[in-house]
């Protein structure tokens, strides 16, 4: 007679296991990062090259991509799960086909009054005096060197700080990162103190409270400002032309919003966007940021709900340019943010 436990193990073995599908990791990279990584880890986003990889652990990746870079183009990931960061970390650490070095978790003591000093002799010219790695201008033209194939790393980021360790950063700054404009520090001839000094620095960062996104106000966090009409949908689309014209710039032809969206004879032409530009204050903010092209040029949508209400909306524009990281174009876009405002103002008296 077979024992009942036998006859358990039997009918376990018999039956097919049911495991949780492993996370794929090309598949959950290509969802979440090749937008702004692109497919080999270049792009928008910092460059995950191999040179990079060989210095940054496995836990900073992971950490990185849980913390994300607030006030910077890098989100956060707090909705997936651990076994998918483990496996785009996986994927990402396959491009090079070494593993990730191991750094201990110790804390590094130093002088940190020292640290500061070292800090803005040899650190300063390229991540800026309080760590932002902003500096005057964009990051294309003036705060970077054009050598640089990206803009300084801001240190000061608290993302950055939650991924580091200790050690993380005394290894970077000892040996520099190959290929990028990091250079090692042991070449200026600088001591075990003095590396020690600087990270000690480096980490009083977590005790500072820096405003994210540079010294501007913060702005609401609405992407879309939204304003009520007291007119109706045509004298609306004119004070706000008007009121344009009145601050010196000029409007671009009418479009509607749904143009290019959907079928042309299914548009919706209650809905009108007013484009306007001030070209030099435009090649302004472009000579300072590019990529701010993109929302690039500015604009009023008119709308005329169901009920004959009629919206303003426009773009959050000091919101938008806090993505950039970038001290200048904060001002140039609170500016602008303050005409645009008047602007609605204007129209809707």
């Not at 000579?287 to 709308?303: A, H, K």
């Amino acid at each position: 007679m077979i024992s009942r436990y036998v006859l358990v193990a039997l009918i376990a073995l018999s039956c097919p296991l049911h495991l949780p599908a492993a996370a794929d990791g090309a598949a959950l990279y290509e969802t979440n990062c090749a937008a702004c990584h692109q497919v080999n880890g270049g792009g928008i986003g910092l460059p995950l090259s191999a040179s990079k990889m060989a210095s940054v652990s496995d836990n900073y990746i992971k950490l990185s991509i849980r913390h994300g870079r607030a006030g910077r183009i890098m989100p956060a990931f707090p909705e997936l799960s651990n076994a998918q960061v483990d496996a785009i970390t996986a994927y990402i650490r396959s491009w090079s086909g070494v593993p990730g070095p191991q750094y201990p978790n110790t804390k590094i003591t130093g002088d940190s009054a020292r640290g500061k000093s070292l800090y803005q002799t040899y650190c300063s010219s390229c991540h800026s005096a309080d760590g932002s790695g902003e500096g005057y201008g964009t990051g294309v033209t003036y705060s970077r060197q054009r050598a640089f194939a990206v803009m300084p790393p801001a240190i000061t980021n608290p993302g950055f700080l939650a991924s580091a360790s200790d050690h993380m950063i005394k290894q970077v700054i000892m040996l520099g990162r190959p290929g990028s404009a990091m250079k090692s520090f042991l070449d200026l001839g600088l001591k075990e103190q003095d590396f020690n000094d600087l990270v000690s620095y480096i980490r009083g960062f977590e005790n500072e409270n820096y405003a994210i996104g540079g010294t501007a106000a913060e702005p609401d966090n609405t992407p879309a400002l939204i304003f009520d009409s007291p007119y109706d949908f045509a004298n609306t689309i004119a004070g706000v032309k008007s009121a344009i014209e009145g601050n010196n710039f000029r409007y671009l032809p009418d479009r509607y919003l749904e143009k290019g969206l959907t079928d042309p004879s299914q548009i919706n032409r209650r809905q009108m966007t007013v484009r306007f530009c001030n070209f030099e204050q435009l090649y302004q903010m472009m000579r300072v940021e590019p990529r701010l092209g993109v929302g690039l040029p500015c604009r009023i949508t008119v709308v005329e709900q169901d009920d004959g209400a009629v919206k303003l909306i426009a773009m959050n524009l000091r919101l938008i340019a806090q993505l950039f990281n970038n001290d200048q174009l904060l001002e140039y876009a609170a500016e602008l943010h303050a005409i645009q405002l008047e602007i609605i103002d204007d129209a809707t008296l």
